[in-house]
């Protein structure tokens, strides 16, 4: 099946962040024998009538949330219906088969998809980091399996075991040189009490420096661990419409420690990708950083190698949604080499017929170098993919 846009006249079209659904009993049918019990699992609980993900003796999403993973373009009736009579199994098989994963991007218009996964977001919540580090492995010798049955349609991204930071910059090194990888992903919340500045994740970041990969930085909707998610359940309650600012602040919090902290500096040739909160933060953010340490605390600037401002334009980059009405504010800010654009299919956020029509129509009046860098050129030379049509 040929890639739906591969002729020289039209501009290759990236999808930056989609993701997969793994099959449920991935880490139950494949960890040693000590750890069956804890393994990462989809669970049904009977009371609830629906499907829950725990995880190392926690629960990561509570039943009946797990069987609505994935429910892309879901009518809004059935999305009133959420939690209701769903089971992860039923989610669309393109999120679970390649062939089908490549038949509904050519309907879409995409060449080549980066893969991210759903359960295994919610890896960086186990606490056994031996556990930890055996389902990144199994998890990642999965994801590379399944991306070759396309392989010019799919490039995997490395799910790294942060609760051990010498084996997480290892298979951060397996997975590219051996399993064709091209970056790897953390959550933006603390591993084991560690957050991401701390130099103890540094032997992570020089590996993935050194091999020109992208750290990747994808936040989770799970309960479990330090961040938003964990004061919007235990604090809030179910309040509507959560995702605007879990992903959003923890993505925040991070970015503002790894620059702040110097973190970029000791590594500045590192490439930050920042996924899955949008682009119209980075103009609040950047006035906002560079006035509290350049003007109102000096003393703090002087510790950093530029202004955060400059620092953020020298390694960050941003995934924005295909619907976002502030891009054009963005790119006037940062320029148009920095940002991509993402699905999420098939997550909650996928509404849309078609998210690359709504990309096409929000790039509508900008030149046509910068169409073609955002539809799909910046993930390129992010990622480090060649264009593989």
């Keep these: ?201 540094d032997v992570v970041w020089a590996e993935l420096q050194d091999m020109n990969v992208p750290l990747a930085i994808h936040p989770s909707a799970g309960g479990v661990g330090m961040g938003a998610m964990t004061f919007y359940r235990t604090d809030w309650g179910r309040v509507p419409g959560y995702k605007v600012f879990a992903f959003l602040f923890d993505n925040y919090f991070a970015v503002t420690a790894l620059v702040n902290t110097g973190m970029l500096d000791r590594f500045p040739k590192l490439k930050l990708l920042v996924l899955e909160s949008g682009g119209g933060w980075v103009l609040h953010w950047l006035d906002q950083m560079d006035h509290w340490l350049c003007e109102v605390n000096p003393q703090e600037r002087d510790r950093l ?18 619907d976002e009405k502030s891009v054009p504010s963005v790119i006037k800010v940062l320029g148009d080499k920095k940002l991509i654009w993402a699905s999420d299919y098939p997550h909650t956020d996928v509404t849309a017929p078609s998210v690359v029509a709504e990309v096409r129509q929000h790039l509508k009046g900008m030149p046509r170098e910068t169409q073609k860098r955002l539809l799909g050129q910046n993930a390129l030379d992010i990622y480090g993919i060649r264009n593989r049509n």
Excluded at 47 to 67: F, L, N, Q
Excluded at 305 to 322: E, H, L, T
Aim: net charge positive; glycine share 8%; with cysteine.
């Design 1 to 201: 099946m040929p890639p739906a846009a591969a002729t020289a006249r039209k501009p290759i079209v990236v999808d930056g962040d989609g993701h997969l659904l793994e099959p449920k009993d991935l880490w139950t049918r494949n960890v040693s024998r000590k750890f069956k019990e804890i393994a990462p699992r989809v669970y049904w609980d009977n009371e609830k009538k629906g499907e829950g993900y725990i995880a190392d003796g926690s629960v990561i999403t509570p039943a009946p949330r797990a069987g609505d993973v994935g429910c892309a373009r879901w009518s809004p009736d059935r999305r009133r219906l959420m939690g209701v009579g769903s089971r992860y199994d039923d989610g669309p098989a393109a999120g679970f088969h390649p062939d089908a994963r490549a038949w509904e991007n050519d309907r879409e218009g995409i060449d080549i998809a980066v893969m991210y996964p759903t359960l295994g977001l919610f890896l960086g919540s186990i606490e056994n980091a031996e556990l930890a580090v055996e389902c990144c492995r199994i998890y990642n010798d999965w994801l590379a399996d399944w991306c070759s049955k396309q392989p010019k349609r799919f490039v995997g991204v490395a799910a790294l075991p942060m609760q051990d930071p010498q084996a997480a910059a290892k298979e951060a090194r397996r997975c590219v040189e051996k399993l064709g990888m091209r970056g790897g992903f953390v959550r933006p919340n603390p591993y084991k009490g560690n957050w991401l500045h701390n130099p103890v994740f």
């Design 305 to 322: 190698s530029a202004d955060p401002s400059k620092i953020f334009k020298r390694q960050v980059y941003i995934s924005v949604d295909p």
